[in-house]
């Protein structure tokens, strides 16, 4: 493993702003503070600062030479609605707030890269540091593309990197196609005729018909998909009736979400859950809406710039310690919305095993501090990589 020695060298100041960062979580769109303390630490390294993309974006510039490369490098800053149930020092301050998903130490990570680059970066191009908000909720990356990100910034790549609990501390995984699905939701209002529970031949039930729907979405993945198509339905709420227990109610709502990993097979979910909706619907007497919405698209990787990363990794880690077998998460990303417009490549790297339920968003999850600066030395690798000096 080859850490650059001047980022370790830099390890407690490191964990130090890490630890700062997770006691200070902010929600999609609030990062105030941590925009300020990005662009701060940015502009103390004569790194060119442009802020209010999506609000509280953060972009840095830094130029060496006079190649023509550019190529964007994106860390997230926004942290869940989640009460932190971790005891340790640097846990939220704020009650209902938590980094459970690591973007402090995303962000840690790109900070510390953006310093060893434009204090000892031997390259020759332009990089672009970008510090998105909103990766959790409503598309943060989207919203700054949307305003001009890659007008302002014409890079010829873009690279993301989460952590991934559950791979040892040390790896890295690298997928040369997909590596996250997408994230649609869908709602359904089932309108029936409410009656006395003791006389429901007088009424329409749509809590039974939504009974019945809810099973048979079971049958959209398993029955109007090819198997060899990863796909997840998922049901998530079903509200029906109120307080009393001799009211059949007039409405019935389900809602959930959809995973997938090509477009193609969101649209025979949406058309099998419309035939489904319409079916039962009818079967029950009672009315049916679906309203279905394409949420984050599937993440997926450019294939050169896949084995770019790889061959990157494998410089820094050695072959054993990437992984290119790790199937892809039916988790979504908004890193997506990146990679539709641009080549390149998300990868993950190993946050350690997980004790006690760690995984992402769990309230005993914390960053590993062990691997901020192997992360930091992935992004300088990358970059010395993709942007050589001219001999
Ligand atoms: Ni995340």
């Given at each position: ?358 995984m992402l968003h769990n309230p005993h999850y914390d960053f590993n501090d062990d691997i ?20």
């Amino acid at each position: 493993m080859i850490v650059a020695p001047e980022i370790l060298a830099r390890r407690e100041a490191l964990i130090a702003l890490r630890h700062d960062l997770h006691a200070h979580p902010e929600l999609a769109y609030q990062e105030h503070r941590t925009s300020d303390l990005v662009a701060a630490f940015l502009e103390r390294l004569g790194i060119e600062v442009h802020r209010g993309l999506a609000g509280t974006g953060v972009v840095g510039v830094l130029r060496r030479g006079t190649g023509p490369g550019m190529i964007g490098l994106r860390a997230d800053m926004d942290a869940l609605p989640v009460l932190e149930r971790n005891t340790f020092p640097h846990r939220s301050r704020h009650d209902g707030r938590m980094h459970a998903c690591g973007h402090d130490g995303h962000t840690a990570m790109l900070l510390a890269a953006a310093e060893y680059l434009a204090l000892h970066g031997r390259f020759d191009g332009t990089v672009v540091f970008i510090f998105q908000p909103a990766e959790e909720t409503d598309g943060g990356a989207r919203v700054m593309i949307e305003q001009g990100l890659f007008d302002r910034y014409p890079v010829d790549a873009v690279y993301g990197m989460h952590n991934w609990p559950g791979l040892p501390a040390g790896e890295f995984a690298v997928h040369a196609g997909p590596v996250m699905a997408c994230a649609d939701q869908f709602d359904i209002v089932l309108r029936g005729h409410g009656a006395h529970a003791a006389m429901p031949h007088q009424g329409r039930d749509p809590l039974i018909a939504g009974a019945a729907l809810a099973q048979a979405l079971q049958t959209v993945v398993s029955r109007a998909l090819d198997p060899a198509d990863p796909a997840v339905l998922s049901v998530t709420r079903f509200f029906a009736g109120g307080e009393a227990y001799n009211v059949i109610p007039g409405q019935a709502t389900l809602a959930g979400t959809v995973r997938a990993f090509r477009p193609e097979v969101q649209d025979a979910v949406e058309a099998a859950m419309e035939r489904l909706c319409a079916g039962i619907a009818a079967a029950h007497g009672v009315q049916a809406t679906l309203e279905y919405r394409r949420g984050y698209p599937p993440t997926i990787n450019t294939p050169e710039q896949s084995a770019f990363c790889r061959r990157v990794l494998t410089g820094l880690v050695g072959e054993n310690q990437v992984r290119v077998d790790l199937p892809p998460s039916m988790g979504a990303e908004d890193f997506a919305y990146m990679l539709r417009e641009k080549p390149g490549c998300y990868v993950w790297i190993g946050n350690g095993l997980a004790e006690g339920g760690c995984m992402l968003h769990n309230p005993h999850y914390d960053f590993n501090d062990d691997i901020l600066a192997l992360g930091a030395s992935y992004w300088a690798r990358l970059v010395g990589s993709a942007l050589p000096l001219s001999e």
